[in-house]
């Protein structure tokens, strides 16, 4: 019996090329995503309403710590989602992990759906828990969206009389969750 040697496979360096070209894309894109998060939560965790910004005309250095840029950012993203805009850090994070472990992520826009969702519900109670009359935020502690839905709403609160009022306000921000149970967001299916 005689031994044969095994061919050895010729490596396709073109394919090998892509691939490379394409794995560093994706870190690239990861390592991205991972600054322009902290970029954000920086932004928001330092905000400061007398910056200049976009619902603010000052002048001066910004007193945010990422500058103007993080002024902008911050006031931005707290006049349209309010305080619960800092749910898309966490979010972010777990997007730009998963890019940089190269784990699959085909939901992605789901869960950037949930997040919103999950953005506005929030914002929603905390605008029927506390008018935007006396918030630090620009657009009231749930944002320009919950100041929007909130608005439609509380009309209707007129008409149930004070104390049922107060119950459909306090059922209104307890009642709405999802029908049925969602995948969490860090779960890879």
Known sequence: ???????????????????SIARSLVIAAALALAAFTLFFALALLTYDSTDAALNTAAGGSAANWMGH??????????????????????????????LWAAE???????????CFAGILLVGMGAELWSPASGSP??????????????????????????????????????LPRPMRRAPPIWSSA
Not at 1 to 19: L, N
Not at 104 to 114: E, I, N, V
Not at 141 to 153: M, V
């Open 69 to 98: 840029a993080g002024a902008w950012f911050a006031d931005l993203g707290l006049s349209v989602g309010g305080a619960p805009i800092a749910l898309l850090v966490p979010l972010f994070g777990i997007m730009a992990w998963r």
């Open 137 to 174: 935020m620009p657009a009231g502690w749930g944002g320009l969206l919950a100041l929007l839905a909130g608005s439609a709403i509380t009309p209707l609160f007129a008409l149930a009389g004070d104390p049922a009022a107060a119950l459909i306000r306090f059922g209104t921000i307890l």
């Open 1 to 19: 019996m005689a031994s044969r040697k095994a061919a050895s496979a010729k490596a396709d360096w073109r394919t090998v090329f892509r691939q």
């Open 104 to 114: 699959p992520q085909p939901y992605w826009l789901r869960q950037l759906a949930y």
